[in-house]
């Protein structure tokens, strides 16, 4: 008969742990990669939004500056033109779109960024009645707005600077 003393017993156990740890390691990489390749799950709607399908087509919250003071450069109503201010693109300039500019890693973005720090489907400028929006998509580094986080859409200022990973731009006339 083959008697596993204490030691080995202690052993096998040790063996299974580790497989066990390496496994949920495995598995932890493979989720961030998903998510990281194909975007956060999708979210229901309250039923109070789905009832009003024009709340999809502009972001719900009021676009105000997400800072306490008013906007020190002016409004964007005038904004006509993006122009990238820092990191690997720098001094290129975009005119800007009617209607909105997705900014992201995929290729289906109007600014395509590649870099470690920028999501697939990063941040969405929009052009509201008083000027441009910038409105985060979930991204996992954020969007900052003349080095504030922006958590809802936040009109952004001619002139200001708005940093999405590593790159930097001002919207300007």
């Known amino acids: ?32 990669l ?5 975007g956060q799950k999708v979210r229901k709607m309250p039923a109070a939004d789905a009832a009003a399908p024009s709340a999809m087509a ?23 033109r993006l122009v990238i201010t820092g990191g690997a693109k720098e001094g290129l ?16 973005s109007g600014l395509v960024i590649r870099d470690d720090y920028t999501s697939t489907h990063h941040a969405r400028l929009l052009n509201w009645a008083e000027g441009w929006v910038i409105q985060d998509l979930d991204s996992t580094n954020g969007t900052f ?10 009109q952004i200022p001619l002139n200001t600077p708005v940093k999405i990973g590593t790159t930097s731009f001002e919207l300007r006339r």
């Open 145 to 154: 707005l003349d080095g504030t986080r922006v958590i809802v859409p936040t």
């Open 34 to 38: 998903r998510s990281d390749l194909f």
């Open 58 to 80: 502009a972001p719900s919250p009021a676009p105000t500056p997400s800072r306490g003071s008013a906007a020190p450069h002016g409004s964007s109503t005038g904004a006509t």
């Open 93 to 108: 300039e975009i005119q800007l779109p009617t209607d909105q500019l997705t900014i992201g890693r995929s290729s289906d």
């Open 1 to 32: 008969m083959n008697d596993l003393g204490p030691s080995a017993l202690t052993l096998l156990v040790l063996r299974f742990a580790f497989l066990a740890v390496l496994w949920a390691f495995v598995f932890a990489v493979v989720y961030a």
